[in-house]
């Protein structure tokens, strides 16, 4: 079982930096794989960015790459989201998620494949 808790989002204006983090109760955090996906208003929810359980292998929507790091802490069950010149288009719910998995290294990029999501934590982004 796992509880994900997302914290981080806010206000900011484009071209500013924003850190998400998202904080898992398991004790085995480091068997899962983690992503993060957003929501714009009026979207469908779609792949940010994933990890792989070791943080050793991560993948970038086409979108967000060379904007936005992924890392993990599996010492203190965090994922986190570093936001660099963000753009309005970035605004939207942010929603960390967790997949059980076998694979130390693979990395998921659709919702279909989590096991687990967070509440979400608003990102708004002004022109």
């Known amino acids: 079982q796992m509880q994900l808790i997302e914290s981080g989002g806010g206000l900011v204006q484009a071209g500013g930096s924003l850190r998400l983090s998202c904080a898992a109760s398991?004790?085995?955090?480091?068997?899962?794989?983690m992503g993060w996906f957003r929501q714009a208003p009026g979207k469908e929810r779609e792949f940010v960015t994933a990890?792989?359980?070791?943080?050793?292998?991560?993948n970038y929507a086409d979108s967000v790459k060379g904007r936005f790091t992924i890392s993990r802490d599996n010492g203190k069950n965090t994922v986190s989201l570093e936001m660099n010149i963000v753009k309005p288009e970035d605004t939207g719910v942010y929603y960390c998620?967790?997949?059980?998995?076998?694979?130390?290294?693979?990395?998921?990029?659709?919702?279909?494949?989590?096991?687990?999501w967070g509440q979400g934590t608003q990102v708004t982004v002004s022109s």
């Open positions: 998620a967790a997949k059980a998995t076998i694979y130390t290294e693979n990395y998921y990029l659709k919702e279909i494949q989590y096991d687990y």
């Open positions: 398991t004790r085995t955090f480091n068997s899962y794989a």
């Open positions: 990890i792989s359980r070791t943080g050793g292998s991560t």
